[in-house]
């Protein structure tokens, strides 16, 4: 069963930095590109970067811009998410999806890995 496995998340004072690891299993990267997700409680879940498979492209929402990075190892078929300068309302379960076109594509996610925890607080 193809699926993403995400690491690295955990607890952080504001201001401080997490990086976050995707592992890709069962699928390779390099014909996918990958995004990352976020939901924090009872809120909608948003949709914080994506990366193409050829890592050429990204694109950020508004509120993490300038602030987190992705960025992609397809020898190691792997995403991460390097997310600095961190704020309270970053807290969210982080989730990895594939998707099987460019990130602007209007096809549907794939392979959800099972979410990574990401607390800000002081």
């Known amino acids: 069963q193809p699926q993403f496995v995400e690491y690295g998340g955990g607890l952080v004072h504001p201001g401080g930095s997490l990086r976050l690891s995707c592992a890709a299993w069962?699928?390779?990267?390099?014909?996918?590109?990958s995004g990352w997700f976020r939901q924090a409680p009872g809120k909608e879940r948003e949709r914080v970067s994506c990366?193409?498979?050829?890592?050429?492209?990204?694109n950020y929402a508004d509120s993490v811009l300038g602030r987190f990075t992705i960025s992609k190892d397809n020898a190691k078929n792997t995403v991460y998410l390097q997310m600095d300068t961190l704020k309270p309302e970053d807290t969210a379960v982080y989730y990895c999806?594939?998707?099987?076109?460019?990130?602007?594509?209007?096809?549907?996610?794939?392979?959800w890995g099972q979410g990574t925890q990401v607390t800000v607080s002081s």
């Open positions: 999806a594939a998707l099987p076109g460019p990130c602007h594509s209007d096809h549907t996610w794939v392979y």
């Open positions: 069962g699928f390779t990267l390099e014909t996918y590109s």
């Open positions: 990366i193409s498979s050829s890592a050429t492209n990204t």
